[in-house]
């Protein structure tokens, strides 16, 4: 005798996704001391993980020291990045009293235009500023000590990331034979499709995300330098480095190289700034970001803004740079697992659409 497999409605199957969903976000937030280290540790970890094979492979070191060799190449890259951009900054403090000078000047003309504009007389607004700059001064001790407490907790962030990295670097093949062994020895293929494939993209898709930057970085340096800006290189860094902050990393690049230029030249160059920058993020935006890096997590644009917002609202800045990995992540899962294939369609979305309608006009 047969038994009737029994299918609950849609509604309760709907009602238990919600609750493990409220469940599992609800971890993660409490949990976001050790998971955002964790998750930044595991990427770098994939990102390395050649490097340490060859170490160990080729050179027959052992896995503990080919790990730490691994993260003393990372750092190195890390720590020469920091040097470019901080050996530019300091080019800028020792102008500083030449720059003091220039945005009094430029803050001067604001006034005037100001007032030959909506008419607000000029005593009226430096009352206004002097008033904010006299709050701001002083909160001035709370901000240096909020400054230096965040600071601190960021290098012992990065502390964390480092040391998560070895470990997972070492360990891994424990950690990859505690997989096999949760999911069963008849999971064991689609457990190493998986794991191929995260190991896959994520590696593709950070190296496209550098390789994004280092493009977006140099294009925008070349613009400032004809534009005839005295910065150039610093904006042009600066322009990179936000611009691997999907969708509001231009924001803040814009608002620094404009105040930046608007503090060393003319308003002219300000604006002529303001609008290359506008220009090479839609050009990143239409053309690069889609085939560098879009390419890689295919994960369709409304989710990925959507995954960006709730990264931020969850766990802010660590939050948006993981959230395109870690739906990445869920999509090759849902897409090799039979009941989870509609939510894995749902991330990527036109992508497997166009790949089937292509597939199927070639066999036609």
């Known amino acids: 005798m047969t038994t009737k497999k029994i299918i609950a409605p849609f509604y309760e199957r709907l009602s238990l996704i919600l609750i493990g969903i409220l469940a599992l976000g609800f971890l993660v937030v409490q949990g976001k001391e050790i998971l955002d280290p964790l998750l930044f540790g595991l990427l770098f970890a994939i990102l390395l993980l050649p490097i340490c094979s060859l170490f160990e492979q080729k050179l027959r070191l052992p896995r503990s020291i080919s790990?730490?060799?691994?993260?003393?190449?990372?750092?190195?890259?890390?720590?020469?990045?920091?040097?470019?951009?901080?050996?530019?900054?300091?080019?800028?403090?020792?102008?500083?009293?030449?720059?003091?000078?220039?945005l009094a000047q430029s803050v001067n003309n604001l006034y005037d235009w100001v007032e030959g504009t909506f008419h607000y007389d000029v005593s009226k607004q430096k009352a206004f500023l002097s008033t904010t700059e006299k709050k701001i001064m002083s909160s001035g001790t709370e901000v240096v000590g909020t400054t230096f407490g965040a600071v601190s907790s960021l290098l012992l962030f990065y502390v964390f990331i480092m040391i998560f990295t070895f470990f997972i670097l070492f360990y891994r093949k424990l950690l990859f034979g505690?997989?096999?062994?949760?999911?069963?020895?008849?999971?064991?293929?689609?457990?190493?499709?998986?794991?191929?494939?995260?190991?896959?993209?994520?590696r593709q898709y950070i190296l496209g995300l550098l390789f994004e930057m280092i493009i977006v970085a140099t294009v925008a340096c070349t613009a400032f330098w004809f534009?005839?800006?005295?910065?150039?290189?610093?904006?042009?860094?600066?322009?990179?480095?936000?611009?691997?902050?999907?969708?509001?990393?231009?924001?803040?690049?814009?608002?620094?190289?404009?105040?930046?230029?608007?503090?060393?030249?003319?308003?002219?160059?300000?604006?002529?700034?303001?609008?290359?920058?506008?220009?090479?993020?839609?050009?990143?935006?239409?053309?690069?970001?889609?085939?560098v890096v879009g390419s890689k997590a295919r994960l369709n644009a409304l989710i990925t803004f959507l995954g960006i917002?709730?990264?931020?609202?969850?766990?802010?800045?660590?939050?948006?740079?993981?959230?395109?990995?870690?739906?990445?992540?869920?999509?090759?899962?849902?897409d090799r697992i039979e009941s989870m294939k509609p939510w894995g369609y749902l991330?990527?979305?036109?992508?497997?659409?166009?790949?089937?309608?292509?597939?199927?006009?070639?066999?036609?």
């Open 309 to 334: 917002i709730l990264g931020e609202m969850i766990w802010g800045l660590s939050g948006m740079f993981l959230s395109i990995p870690m739906m990445a992540i869920f999509k090759i899962i849902f």
């Open 178 to 202: 505690f997989i096999l062994q949760a999911f069963g020895k008849d999971n064991e293929p689609v457990v190493y499709d998986i794991v191929a494939n995260v190991q896959n993209i994520l």
């Open 227 to 291: 534009i005839g800006i005295k910065y150039a290189v610093l904006l042009g860094i600066i322009v990179g480095l936000f611009n691997i902050i999907p969708y509001l990393g231009i924001f803040t690049a814009l608002t620094l190289s404009v105040l930046i230029t608007f503090a060393t030249g003319p308003i002219t160059n300000a604006i002529e700034v303001g609008i290359s920058v506008i220009i090479i993020h839609a050009i990143d935006a239409n053309v690069l970001l889609p085939t």
């Open 67 to 102: 790990a730490f060799l691994s993260i003393i190449l990372l750092v190195s890259f890390v720590g020469g990045v920091l040097y470019l951009v901080g050996s530019q900054i300091s080019r800028l403090m020792d102008d500083w009293p030449m720059l003091q000078k220039q």
């Open 347 to 364: 991330l990527g979305g036109d992508y497997e659409f166009k790949k089937k309608a292509e597939k199927k006009m070639k066999t036609e």
